[in-house]
């Protein structure tokens, strides 16, 4: 059993856990779930109460939520009072649905963004089209790609009246 370069702070912080490595939790019961992981990061009253996973990060009270009890969590950051992920793995959550805006300072650099509420395959292009991204082929990438707040089918369909699809590289 490999339990090495864990570091526990708070009552009940990583109290069932029973094999991993380099874990660090701080606050009330963070990590308190844990049972088998490596590389974690849990800060906050009850933050990361998932049961098995590595390489993760959740900052803030209960960030993680208590849904993610029984799961299998790997490679995801959560940051913010209750912030809960969307998935559970390979995945970035900041703040909650309560939150109204988001500030980001510099550029932002991003393969693609896919729209909220939209198809699973749908990017969004700077124009404000909607694009299917099967359709870029392989290593095909756009760097001008912009997320607008509150898309809808109407705003799509005036974005595309106004804008040409078209493309050069």
């Known amino acids: 059993v490999r ?16 094999q991993g490595t380099n874990n660090t939790t701080n606050g009330f019961g ?3 779930s844990l049972l088998i992981g490596d590389n974690n990061l849990f800060n906050g009253v009850n933050a990361g109460l998932i049961q098995n996973g590595s390489n993760n990060i959740f900052l803030g009270s209960n960030a993680g939520g208590y849904g993610l009890l029984t799961s299998t969590v790997n490679n995801t950051i959560v940051i913010g009072a209750n912030a809960v992920p969307e998935t559970i793995n390979n995945t ?16 932002i650099h991003a393969n693609s963004f896919k729209v909220r509420g939209g198809l699973v395959t749908q990017v969004m292009m700077a124009d404000g089209s909607l694009k299917d991204e099967t359709s870029f082929g392989s290593g095909h990438t756009h760097s001008n790609i912009a997320v ?5 089918s109407t705003n799509v369909t005036n974005w595309n009246a106004a804008f040409t699809n078209s493309h050069t590289h």
């Open 148 to 152: 607008l707040n509150g898309i809808t």
């Open 30 to 32: 963070s990590g308190s």
């Open 92 to 107: 970035v959550t900041i703040g909650t649905s309560s939150n109204t805006d988001n500030y980001l300072y510099g550029r």
């Open 3 to 18: 339990i090495v370069g864990n570091s526990a702070f708070g009552a009940n912080s990583l109290k069932n856990f029973q």
